[in-house]
């Protein structure tokens, strides 16, 4: 019937799983294509400091080394972060729900190599919308404080959104849905509120209380703490780790169970 | 980016590995047997039909095969490879029937992700052009017809030049001229010795393209062979002659023949072996007009596949 046969002995397996650069690229042009996730995660966090953060009756109030429009940037930074991070893992359930991630498995990409690439993505995406905030509140100028705290708070802000980009990960398979930041964002938002990003929290009320076994409360504090100065409480580290161990256990929980159903 | 080269035990050097080997292979979800005992062997370059009714266990098999499930028991080998490595090899490639593609790339970028994740594969533009879709590289999936859909997910499969492809009812939609181009395309890729393994509904489609039909049901190989072959299997031939004073008991007498039948001046004869029955009729009898036909697939099928062989645990997914 056949007088050839494909030669199937010079066939390569790629490096680092099929991790790639053309990919990246790709998934970060998507990302930045999608009106609705760039509105909420670079556009929004900008108005909402211009909002909330330059207003003349409190923003040049003292706040640590600089001032409580200083202290409203980080929040809104941090929060920026959190959203980008967050959508960037939730991309998965979109990908789920369309058969992509079926598909992606007739390849040679490894699921190492593609979490890699879809938590660089989050990460890039993260980063993108601190430093949209900062740039806006420099160029603004209501905003106050040393060079090297707007650093530090914008490079811990963008660093812990790492735990959100699990988080994201870990819903986008939990809710296998195409739209499912919109269920996130409203649940974002609250529990912004909750870990303080919104308005400060006294921690020892109640409320204060709740807000410390919250998801943001961690990365809130730690993020101002190089404006408001002190010694970094356990808490708040203990907080992010906890976080972040429950939200990765709980993706590589729900993607081992992925595979095996599939 | 550079690729390294891992070699591919010698096993499989020899080329004389079947492009599909199923040993023994079972499935179970729970206490649902979706696969019951799967033996097969594609030889390279074979084109062959998987044919069977809904939950006959084609899918689930499939999906062994592209090592998206492990087998409760037995052993899958694709090209002397495990499954799993002949992916990663750009061995194998399968085109699924719906899904698998995001609404917001464009055709090209689809295209160019897929290329990036092998470790080597044929120009993206060359089989962008193969596949008739370089006029739309730019506009988004979103925007595609369901035919330019299933252009872009041949071309996705054919990017690292498989050695077996898995089409999952690979013409569905297609029109008539589509599905003609379609299998034109396909056999002169297994001449060149790709092997091709499609599950599909459109019986005379198994006919006519596949070298060989499997049709499995309940979780079985219940028939394997040629498309005559399997029609034969299942209902026999007709053999219709004119013939003065036909001896009846002889013609009952012959080997195979089920059924004789006399019409006026005609006979008509149902029997397995066809050949026989129109050896003897030619020789023997005055016999003129002689006509065989066979049953259309359909009706083997139907036969083969249905209710009638009794299986108490016959509940699959």
Redesign the interface.
């Known amino acids: ?2 007088a ?3 030669d ?2 010079t ?5 680092l799983g ?1 991790f ?4 990246l690229r ?1 998934e970060l ?2 990302m930045v ?2 009106r609705r996730t760039v509105f909420f995660t670079l556009v929004m966090p900008v108005l909402l400091y211009l909002i909330i953060g330059t207003n003349d009756t409190y923003g040049d109030d003292r706040a640590g080394s600089g001032n409580v429009s200083a202290y409203i940037l980080i929040s809104m930074a941090a929060y920026g972060a959190v959203l980008a991070a967050t959508s960037g893992g939730a991309m998965v359930a979109a ?1 789920r729900a ?3 991630s ?8 490894s699921p190492v190599a593609y979490i890699a690439t879809k938590s660089i993505v989050a990460l890039a995406f993260g980063a993108l919308s601190v430093v949209a905030v900062n740039v806006v509140g420099a160029l603004n100028g209501k905003a106050q404080m040393p060079t090297h705290v707007w650093i530090a708070a914008a490079l811990i802000a963008w660093a812990g959104s790492v735990v959100f980009g699990a988080f994201g990960l870990f819903m986008g398979y939990l809710l296998p849905s195409e739209n499912v930041m919109q269920v996130l964002g409203p649940v974002l938002a609250g529990l912004a509120a909750l870990g303080g990003l919104w308005f400060p929290i006294d921690a020892d009320s109640t409320m204060g209380h709740i807000s410390a076994v919250t998801p943001i409360y961690g990365l809130a504090n730690l993020a101002r703490w190089p404006l408001l100065g002190g010694a970094p409480h356990l808490a708040w580290i203990l907080n992010l780790v906890v976080w972040l161990t429950v939200f990765v256990g709980g993706a590589a929980w729900r993607m081992s169970k992925d595979t095996a159903r ?1 | 980016m550079t690729t390294s080269t891992t070699p591919i035990p010698a096993r499989a050097v020899t080329g004389s590995d079947p492009a599909v080997s199923l040993a023994g292979v079972t499935k179970d979800f729970g206490p649902v047997h979706a696969v019951r005992g799967i033996d097969l062997d594609i030889r390279p370059g074979e084109v062959v039909a998987f044919l069977g009714p809904n939950g006959a266990g084609k899918t689930t098999t499939i999906d062994m095969i592209l090592g998206l499930s492990q087998p409760t028991s037995g052993e899958v080998s694709v090209l002397g490879l495990r499954p799993r490595q002949a992916i990663a090899h750009g061995l194998v490639s399968a085109v699924m029937q719906t899904g698998g593609l995001l609404k917001d790339l464009t055709v090209r970028e689809t295209v160019q992700y897929t290329a990036s994740l092998f470790g080597q594969t044929r120009p993206v533009d060359e089989v962008l052009a193969g596949a008739g879709i370089a006029g739309i590289a730019d506009r988004k999936v979103a925007k595609c017809s369901g035919g330019e859909q299933q252009r872009l997910r041949f071309a996705m499969a054919l990017l690292p030049d498989p050695a077996l492809l898995l089409l999952d009812e690979p013409t569905t939609g297609m029109d008539v001229e589509g599905r003609r181009a379609f299998w034109a395309a396909i056999r002169e890729d297994a001449e060149r010795g790709r092997t091709v393994l499609f599950a599909t509904h459109y019986l005379e489609e198994a006919d006519q393209y596949a070298d060989r039909i499997v049709l499995v049901s309940k979780g079985r190989v219940v028939a394997d062979g040629s498309g005559a072959e399997i029609k034969g299997l299942a209902s026999g031939r007709t053999i219709r002659a004119t013939v003065s004073d036909p001896d009846t008991a002889a013609l009952a007498g012959i080997g195979g023949v089920d059924n004789v039948e006399v019409r006026g001046d005609a006979v008509i004869v149902h029997a397995k072996d066809s050949d026989a029955v129109a050896r003897y009729l030619l020789t023997q009898t005055d016999a003129r007009d002689l006509e065989i036909t066979a049953k259309g697939i359909e009706e083997a099928f139907l036969s083969l596949t249905g209710d009638s062989n009794d299986d108490p645990e016959g509940a699959t997914a």
């Not at chain 1, 790639?20 to 990919?23: A, G, H």
Request: proline residues 9%.
């Open positions: 019937m056949t050839q046969t494909i199937t002995t066939r390569r397996v790629p490096p099929g790639s650069l053309t990919v790709i042009r998507r294509r999608n990908e369309l058969g992509w079926r598909q992606l498995r007739l390849t040679p990409l599939v």
